[in-house]
Antibody, heavy 117, light 112 residues
Framework: EVQILETGGGLVKPGGSLRLSCATS????????MNWVRQAPGKGLEWVAQ??????????YYAESLEGRVTISRDDSKSSVYLQVNNLRAEDTAIYFC????????WGQGVMVTVSS | DVVLTQPPVAQPVTLGDQASISCRSS???????????LEWYLQKPGQSPQLLIY???KRFSGVPDRFIGSGSGSDFTLKISRVEPEDLGVYYC?????????FGAGTKLELK
């Protein structure tokens, strides 16, 4: 069974940083691209970032609205993917979902990030 | 960025009737390899989104055959025949053809 679990959310002050983690199991992690998608309270979905697998040289892609402030990374030995977000703003307040595959097929339950002073 | 337009914001429906949700892209979603990465998701209240349809018309594992995706180029439709209570929620289209990837704003399927 595919399992995806995000951790690392919480309350952060504007200008602060956060590193979200996503632990996975139930599939061969090395074979898959991974994504982060976020959803602000009461709003729609926003794709944030993708990291490809070793076959694609771990290429990364980012939403333009966040580029320069976010870094996606992965550790295949731990079947985990990470999202580092810097210089956090109020508009980054959202649930952050970790999703599997180029076409996001399996999703975690999400982790809440609140940016507020 | 590719803009996906999903009118209307809300679509009232009667249980048992057919529903049709549209998604229009600001540019063609056909990739150079011939694939069209247009997907449909349903998000029920308090839940994570779930994949229904991928590559325009392929049903994801376990998705009932009353969900039918169609379209080409920049114009796509999700049809739900015989709407059931568990089909209510917000439907999002998503394009994974052009970087950066984007979602539509969503169409809420609600009871009339």
């Amino acid at each position: 069974e595919v399992q995806i679990l995000e951790t690392g959310g919480g309350l952060v002050k504007p200008g602060g940083s956060l590193r979200l983690s996503c632990a996975t199991s139930g599939f061969n992690f090395n074979d898959y691209f991974m994504n982060w998608v976020r959803q602000a309270p009461g709003k729609g979905l926003e794709w944030v970032a993708q990291i490809r697998n070793k076959n694609y040289n771990y290429a990364t892609y980012y939403a333009e609205s966040l580029e320069g402030r976010v870094t996606i990374s992965r550790d295949d030995s731990k079947s985990s993917v990470y999202l580092q977000v810097n210089n956090l703003r109020a508009e980054d307040t959202a649930i952050y979902f970790c999703t599997r595959s180029r076409i996001p097929d399996y999703w975690g339950q999400g982790v809440m990030v609140t940016v507020s002073s | 960025d590719v803009v996906l337009t999903q009118p209307p914001v809300a679509q009232p429906v009667t249980l048992g009737d057919q529903a049709s949700i549209s998604c229009r892209s600001s540019q063609s979603l056909v990739q150079s390899n011939g694939n069209t990465y247009l997907e449909w998701y349903l998000q029920k209240p308090g839940q994570s989104p779930q994949l229904l349809i991928y590559k325009v018309s392929k049903r994801f594992s376990g998705v009932p055959d009353r969900f039918i995706g169609s379209g080409s180029g920049s114009d796509f439709t999700l049809k739900i025949s015989r709407v059931e209570p568990e089909d209510l929620g917000v439907y999002y289209c998503f394009q994974g053809t052009h970087d950066p990837y984007t979602f539509g704003a969503g169409t809420k399927l609600e009871l009339k």
